[in-house]
Every structure is written in C-alpha cells, then in structure tokens.
C-alpha cells in the first residue's frame, strides 16, 4: 500500500480466479480502479485455456471498470477481442504494439536458432565424415589403429 494526505493506494495480486477469490471473501466486492490481465492467454481461445477465465471475464466486466490485457502477439489480441466483444464489452482502445517489443518477431528469432542449430548439427556431421576413412588404403589403417 502507498498513502498519500488525500488517498490510500492499494495493489493485490490475486491467486486463484477473481470471481472465486471475491466468493470466498479474499478480496472486497468494492470495484478495483482498473484491473490488468498480464498475457492471460485468452486471446488464443483455445477452449480449455479461455474457458476457465469466462467466468472472471464476466465479473470484471460488471464491475465496469478498465480493463488492460497484454498478449504474444496481434493474432492473440485479435482473439482477446472477439472474446471481449462477445461479452459485449465496450472497447476504448483496440491492440496497439508494444513499444518495448523486440525489433524483430520472437518465432523469426526462434527460427533463426533452428537454422543456426541446423547449420551447427551440419557442420559437426560434415565434420565426423571428413575423419570418417573413404579409401581401402585408410579405411585398413583406420581399423590397424
């Protein structure tokens, strides 16, 4: 908690789900000033993921008070918005990139170590072959050794 003269913040992280954590008397039912949902991953809408956040989704939505959502990428923020937007939800502001995000995409990143991975299991296997004996001759000394 920070306190000022004139007003006491108050920031909770909750563990568990809001809606049960408000039933089970962890939180106060007074509404928040804004909640944060930090990559949920409702934006995937796969259904075992999403489904469980439905019912929170519905009480901070009736709680009528911002609501910021941060996800992977603009794809999973497509999904947060179909999903919002299926509550009916009013959205002020549609996705808008992270201005802190890495210059280039993290699966282009990724598969650049795929290939630099590939490139480096390629060289070790271009190396074993070149010890590997190619001629009667070597191959008669390779097994004297």
Same mark, same amino acid.
């Given at each position: ?22 039933? @089970? ?67 002020? @502001? ?52």
């Amino acid at each position: 908690s920070v306190s000022s003269a004139a007003r006491t913040h108050e920031v909770k992280a909750v563990c568990g789900t809001l809606h049960t954590a408000i039933k @089970d008397g962890r939180l106060s039912s007074s509404a928040p000033d804004a909640t944060i949902l930090f990559h949920s991953g409702i934006g995937t809408l796969i259904w075992p993921l999403a489904r469980s956040w439905l019912p929170t989704l519905a009480e901070l939505l009736s709680l009528r008070v911002p609501l910021l959502l941060t996800c992977y990428n603009k794809h999973e923020s497509e999904g947060e918005v179909a999903l919002l937007s299926a509550f009916n939800a009013h959205i002020i @502001d549609g996705p808008l990139p992270n201005a802190f995000s890495h210059p280039v995409p993290l699966d282009a990143l990724a598969a650049g170590a795929r290939l630099a991975h590939r490139d480096a299991d390629a060289q070790a296997l271009l190396e074993d072959a070149a010890d590997q004996p190619t001629t009667p001759a070597d191959q008669q000394e390779a097994s004297a050794d």
